[in-house]
């Protein structure tokens, strides 16, 4: 029984079924019209054409290959929903590896635990369904990996003298600048693919010159590719510069960076009790028992660091007990047991330290949680190469099933979320309240961008407050949103009544209506919040009088 229960696990068929179901799972969040400002850009700028893409992307902080691709399905009839499903497909294309690739290079239990924690861990399914180029950045970024990996794992005895075929090396150089070309922080994180390559057939060069030519002809390649991007990328450093929006608080972000994949909002809000006490009761249960188990992990990797078998002591030559402490952890390392594992979690940890770098340089943070999720997939195999290495099944299979837990929990409040009628009850009363003609005014884009595509016809006032050239970036929400520098422009010829839009965490009116009602004629007729589920704030619609 036990031997029949593990073939059907082990066959390529049940991996594909798995790969089925979290392909279903995902995409039962995609079948709805809500968007937030990033989504509401997206869907904007896919409306022009490549080259306008480029134009305005290059006011961005972004490179544009995603909304191209989005262009695309615009003109072949799709729009929102569209554009979700090709995200999330994203999301399954990442979670596939392990079944074409990962399972071939290091076998079906590798796989399998890679395609499930690709699916199921929380983020994935939070992140899935944006329509934003963060899922197929991963993708691209993994696929990177795994091809490098292929290159440095291929038998020298069987390299011809003059390197490896030019194959591995194409579709590695093609994933790398597909990646450069979706996210910064997926160019970071193929530069470290890169780097660790270039190391590898450094280390080897003996056996390896003619790889290690090659990888110099394709790294040339890489850049000459993403050239005429560079020029873009140097003004868009400029703008970010002491500019961004993100904030660092210790130890608040380091937290908050480190716990994502598993506290996504909705987990969050459950674990304090938002969502009632039964999702509370599932979330602090899951979460102790995945504490405990992490535990049980590290203890069981500190345990076989510190007894390797003595057939692997001769084998690999561990150092002797006298040598100093980092040399024997560099050893293990990158021993062929755990350098899979070192060299994805090596990557991921690499980028946030780079991006940490590169934030004190610019004087602006800029390591969050979309952006790190870039090198989702290097993290999860080297999590999925651990639970092999360990070779304990029980361990191995409560951890899985402890992320299905939660991930499903996960799921079902974003569904709850995503697909509430109180979503749509400010845009009705948007709708019912204004009346063409009539002045719409704010400084708070993030809900401008989104009223902008919900109302193409109605004209709306945006104070762009923000140093850089943000303007150009805006221009992709069309004519109907004018851009203003100060008040005064939009006020000073005006009377009468005027709308003012805004946002916030809590039910309180946002900072615009306070500033408007200090100025001199200025009345605050009435105001009303409504809550929006889908973002878990407050929009706010305001009635102001103009003398």
Known sequence: MKNTIERIISSPAFHALVLLIGAAFLLTGAFHENLWFDESYSVAIA????????????????????????????LLGGYVTEYRIFTVLGAVALAAIGLTHLRRDFGWRVGLIYTTLALFTPYVSYIAIEIRMYSWAACMVMF??????????LNRT????????????????????????LHYFAVISVFLVNLALLCFLIAHRRTRKGDLKTFWIQAALQVA???????????????????????????????????YPLITMQIDFAWKGDYGLIPRIVVWVVIIALAILIALIVRECIKRRRRPSMRKRAKYAYPKRDASWWRRVWHTLTSPS?????????????LGVIAGLASILMHSFMVYFRYMFCAIGPLIFGIAWILF?????????????????????????????????????????????????????????????????????????YLDWQKGNWALAYSCYGDNLV?????????????????????????????????????????LLWSQQVYRPYERGYYTIALMYKE
Request: glycine share 6%.
């Open 158 to 181: 069987s390299i011809p003298a003059d390197g490896l075929p030019h194959a591995p090396w194409a579709r590695f150089m093609i994933c790398s600048i597909t990646a450069a070309y």
């Open 47 to 74: 409306d022009h054409s490549f080259a306008e893409i480029w134009h305005i992307g290059s006011g961005d902080v972004h490179p544009v290959l995603f909304y191209w691709a989005l262009h695309i399905i615009r």
């Open 338 to 350: 755990w350098f899979p594992a070192f060299l994805g979690i090596a990557i991921y940890v690499g």
């Open 144 to 153: 990177s990996f795994v091809y490098a990996f292929r290159i440095m794992r």
């Open 483 to 523: 851009i203003d520098s100060s008040w005064e422009t939009m006020l000073n010829d005006y009377h009468g009544q005027f709308w003012v839009l805004g946002q916030s965490t809590d039910a309180v009116p946002p900072r615009d209506v306070t500033d408007l009602e200090q100025k001199d004629g200025i009345t």
């Open 389 to 461: 290495r360990l070779h304990r099944k029980r361990i191995t299979i409560m951890f899985c099933l402890l992320f299905i837990a939660i991930s499903s929990l996960n799921q079902l409040l974003i569904v709850q979320d995503d697909y509430s009628d109180k979503n749509n009850e400010f845009f009705d009363y948007m709708a019912e309240q204004i009346q063409e003609g009539d002045l719409v005014v704010s400084s708070d884009i993030g809900i401008m961008g989104v009223t902008s595509v919900y109302f193409p016809d109605l004209e709306q006032h």
């Open 225 to 259: 590719l993403f050239a005429p991007w560079l020029s873009v990328l140097a003004s868009q450093v400029g703008v970010v510069s002491n500019t961004y929006w993100a904030q660092f608080t210790f130890p608040d972000t380091l937290i908050a960076l480190a716990r």
